[in-house]
DNA sequence: AATCAATAAAGAAATTTTTCTTTAAAAGAA
DNA sequence: TTCTTTTAAAGAAAAATTTCTTTATTGATT
């Protein structure tokens, strides 16, 4: 008993991993335009992605972009199709609660614009930054989220508090009736089934680079 | 053809997604400490994490901490058991490419020394950074990386610049003999088989959120 | 024109990861 | 004590994901 919630990866008809890698195949892709070359085949993207190259040709299926045999795919398409399938065209409001450097990174954060996120306020509860702004995006107290909030609702709040502040910061804003958090904080958040959790936890990535580096054997200790 | 380079992931004896799940399961613990309770149990993590309960008691088995029926998981002895896992206790140095803010956030991120993670140093090619500390962390211009490496070689080198010149680092510092990139920058990285590459794409956890906001519906554009 | 080589695409197979099922143990209640 | 309930643990089953295999297409080469 007591299992995970359903969630909704049932409904997905493609892998969540093949989501994720998406954002990695546009980068790539993007940095191919300008040269000369208008099609880039699957192997070759392989190549230097590390991805086996028939996931890659299945990943791109999903997204209905067709290759041509001894050629490959139109980088111009395969970037189209990628970036309306992620949403890119589709922008969702943001707010983000802790206005430290990983914050603030996240508001300078240029590419955001384009890829359909707006972040439109931060919150925190340092009085010297309550009143500034980062660029242009005011920082507010969180004492006033909840007005912000009805005034301009998000679907998405962003916690990049420190980790001992960050389910209380959820409660909150999950009682305004936010959709989804992004957690960055490293302590993971509870939430009700209903609300979306995304985690992009710093240590999870360290954890495996230390376990990658001590090549998966069990560490000894004395 | 053109298969994914053979990992290591055959070494592993244990699913990548368990070692991930590890550091979640680490701050949860650590939230209960100081609490009086001794034990907790499989679903009570699983409640408050969204975890599955029967995972969470496999995930555990690997780590070989016996629990107690009826009764659950002796807390520390769990915490110390994880953190032994994840090697906590055998630091890696580490030296970090880009002082932005992000990068500013990683070095100010103070877990790190605890986790096991050391960023002895920062390098950037911005003249008024140079010679700066940020904490206590001197830095050195990205032209010195290699003397500075070959001074106090690093295991690990965390890039932190823009995506133009992630690739470009990355070479220089995988020439100089880094065992492992921890990758921030939104592009992939090129690298041979022998180097470790880690990838906390902020690209790809929002690519994810956009997905679940929209259902697993796929997005309809006119 | 015929052959060769490279590639996408579709489906099968294998692998990995998660979830389910059963069993046994043990705490607490009756 | 006996019964009930909760839980870990182990193994089986299911589901998800990746990798392999085959086929067909097409551009390039001879």
Known sequence: MNKTIP????????PAPTIRRFPLYLSFLKSLKGKENVYVSAPDIAKTLRIDSTQITKDFSFIKVAGKTKVGYEINKLVQNIEKFLGYRDPKKAFIIGIGNLGTALIKYNQFSQEGLEIIAGFDIDTEKVGTRVISTKIYHIKNFKKRFNETPVEIGIITTPSEQAQIIADTI????IKAIWNFSASPISAPGTVI???????????MIKWKLNAGRPLIYK
């Open 7 to 14: 969630s909704r990866k049932k409904h997905s008809v493609l």
């Open 174 to 177: 999950i009682e305004c009736g």
């Open 197 to 207: 959790v995304e985690n992009t936890s710093i240590d999870s990535g360290l954890a």
